[in-house]
């Protein structure tokens, strides 16, 4: 038996507040997280594989048409201002489940369970998956490899140094960061007060994390790389592939051509 199954009190946190609007008219009547792509929905597959994997305490935080979102055995949270705010604030919509060992998940992605296994195991206080393989996946999504794309760089330790930037040279990235991570042990703590001290900072001045926005609307990017900053280290955990991001219709059709000719395997492997 796998080590993470039973005494670890995991939990898993997905983010379903978006509209999704780069993903219209798939996203007219419903969230992003409810699309569905290879016969699942986005949130069904992501549950699936959390359950796979022994969680079973599951909590999605919607916005943008929650009332669509209907699994047995998940608690929902809602975002009531998800439309001006971003996703730092969606996660401590649900701060009161933010406790022993928490995995937060994007809404827009699905995974391997492999992946999922390889963060579990992880024992690190703050885990972040990172992919390596990123540039050959963004060249078949867009014409140049830069575009969407952002800063990533790690210390020899694989620990991350900078996050979230918009980059000129490819060489600043590592890796891409794909919107899955681990919190735990004191990393709970530290999240909680690093979040109300910067909230409260930001009312007199700019946002700490970003000054180029009001601090409801920060990127959990900005977030993670606050946190850096503050002198905590976010260990990167490495993954070659194994999973896929739906942002655009463009994704949409990319990804149901190749399902359709058979060479989807080429970036993740399907297990149902």
Not at 69 to 86: A, G, R
Not at 137 to 159: C, G, H, Q, T, V
Request: net charge negative; proline share 3%.
């Amino acid at each position: 038996m796998n080590k993470y199954f039973g005494e670890n009190n995991l939990k898993a946190i997905i983010f379903a507040a978006g509209e999704g609007k780069r993903l219209r008219p798939l996203t007219k009547n419903k969230p992003k997280t409810m699309v569905k792509l290879f016969n699942m929905t986005l949130l069904e597959r992501q549950i699936d594989v959390f359950q796979k994997c022994g969680i079973n305490d599951i909590i999605v935080i919607g916005g943008y048409k929650d009332e669509t979102i209907d699994y047995p055995n998940i608690k929902k949270y809602k975002n009531l201002d998800y439309d001006s705010t971003n996703m730092v604030e969606t996660l401590f919509c649900a701060k009161d489940e933010l406790c022993n060992n928490t995995i937060i998940s994007y809404g827009d992605i699905i995974f391997e369970k492999k992946i999922l296994e390889i963060l579990i195991n992880s024992n690190e206080d703050f885990s972040v998956v990172v992919d390596k393989n990123w540039k050959k996946y963004w060249e078949i999504r867009f014409d140049d490899p830069l575009e969407d794309a952002e800063s990533l760089k790690l210390d020899i330790m694989n620990n991350i140094l900078e996050i979230g930037q918009n980059v000129k040279n490819i060489d600043d990235i590592q890796g891409q960061y794909i919107g899955l991570m681990k919190f735990q042990n004191e990393g709970i703590k530290i999240i909680k007060k690093f979040y109300e001290e910067t909230k409260e900072k930001s009312k007199n001045s700019k946002n700490p994390i970003n000054p180029n926005l009001p601090f409801k609307e920060s990127y959990m990017t900005d977030f993670i790389q606050g946190l850096i900053n503050h002198g905590c280290k976010i260990k990167a955990i490495l993954i070659k592939g194994g999973w896929l991001e739906l942002d655009t219709i463009n994704d949409y059709e990319i990804y149901n051509k190749m399902y359709q000719e058979d060479k989807l395997s080429e970036f993740i492997r399907l297990e149902n």
